[in-house]
Antibody, heavy 116, light 108 residues
Framework: QVQLVQSGSELKKPGASVKVSCKAS????????LNWVRQAPGQGLEWMGW????????TYAQGFSGRCVFSLDTSVSTAYLQISSLKAEDTAVYYC?????????WGQGTLVTVSS | SYVLTQPPSVSVAPGKTARITCGGN??????VHWYQQKPGQAPVLVIY???DRPSGIPERFSGSNSGNTATLTISRVEAGDEADYYC???????????FGGGTKLTVL
């Protein structure tokens, strides 16, 4: 069965970086793009962008192209989200989701907390 | 960028019908997808391509899309349907995915 399993919760200080992983199983990794979605505490879903798992080419939503980087390791069917220069407002749950222009499978979410 | 507008909240009594709208400029020309999110859980796809249901989603969930409004309809609402619901489209002009702001469904 299709699964997206994300890495565990992170507590980071302002200015640090974080790397969240999303490991896919149950399907051919390079057959579907992967998206990243942010959900700040008590807020709605916010699309961050997607990565083409064939080419590695990322597309970022407005506001996420500066400090966010999407990457892949196709040898282990894993996508990564790295956020640098973390700020308190980056505190959120980050989800990966498989793409068919809609999101049919989601990871369980990774809570990133930024606090001094 | 394309904007989707949802009412912040909808309330309905058990057994009644809930309708959650998603407004957008000529949204009827796009495919709309809907997600249910319960507290502490990842979103779950409940409707895709305006009106298709993934396997495992009850027939009580249905969708429609025309003009400037798409609608998620939940018939015979149950307490377990209480959740946040989000609409989403693919904006072909930018190749971006877009979410609505979400609607909290309260079962009275």
């Amino acid at each position: 069965q299709v699964q997206l399993v994300q890495s565990g919760s992170e507590l980071k200080k302002p200015g640090a970086s974080v790397k969240v992983s999303c490991k896919a199983s149950g399907y051919t990794f390079t057959s579907y793009a992967l998206n990243w979605v942010r959900q700040a505490p008590g807020q709605g879903l916010e699309w961050m962008g997607w990565i083409n798992t064939n080419t590695g080419n990322p597309t970022y939503a407005q506001g996420f192209s500066g400090r966010c980087v999407f990457s892949l390791d196709t040898s282990v069917s894993t996508a990564y989200l790295q956020i640098s220069s973390l700020k308190a407002e980056d505190t959120a749950v980050y989800y990966c989701a498989r793409d068919l222009y809609y999101f049919d499978y989601w990871g369980q979410g990774t809570l990133v907390t930024v606090s001094s | 960028s394309y904007v989707l507008t949802q009412p912040p909240s909808v309330s309905v009594a058990p057994g009644k019908t809930a309708r959650i709208t998603c407004g957008g400029n000529n949204i009827g020309s796009k495919s709309v997808h809907w997600y249910q999110q319960k507290p502490g859980q990842a979103p779950v796809l409940v409707i895709y391509y305006d009106r298709d249901r993934p396997s495992g989603i009850p027939e009580r969930f249905s969708g429609s899309n025309s003009g400037n409004t798409a609608t998620l309809t939940i018939s015979r609402v149950e307490a377990g349907d209480e959740a946040d619901y989000y609409c989403q489209v693919w904006d072909s002009s930018s190749d971006h995915r877009v979410f609505g702001g979400g609607t909290k469904l309260t079962v009275l």
